[in-house]
């Protein structure tokens, strides 16, 4: 038997409070996390999921960019890095390699 496991998560690099450095963290969202990350349409987009991140992300005082994988239903919707550089500051800072999958 067989199990697929699905899950939703949020890939994130920023400036953390203290000390003040980059760093990048991985989010899991629960589903209301999911229903939270929806705009004013119901729509998950990367706008709506970094104004959820403005709000949740409290280890970071600002976030530089993310990559997030949300499963909506039976639809996986991933929003890739906005730069290069977030992405590689993310492998940098969490020791993995580009393109790794989770």
């Not at 998560?9 to 203290?18: A, H, L, N, Q, R």
């Not at 450095?21 to 004013?40: F, K, P, S």
């Not at 997030?68 to 590689?88: C, L, Q, Y």
Request: net charge negative.
């Amino acid at each position: 038997m067989k199990y697929t496991v699905r899950r939703s998560f949020i890939e994130v690099v920023g400036t953390i409070w203290m000390p003040a450095i980059r760093a990048g963290t991985e989010l899991t969202l629960n589903q209301y996390d999911v229903e939270n990350c929806r705009d004013n349409s119901g729509k998950i987009t990367r706008e709506s999921v970094q104004a959820w991140l403005d709000t949740h992300a409290g280890d970071f005082q600002c976030i530089e960019d993310f990559h997030a994988s949300i499963e909506d239903g039976d639809e996986t919707i991933d929003i890739p890095w906005e730069t290069e550089e977030g992405e590689m500051t993310y492998c940098d800072a969490n020791g993995c390699q580009r393109g790794q999958f989770h």
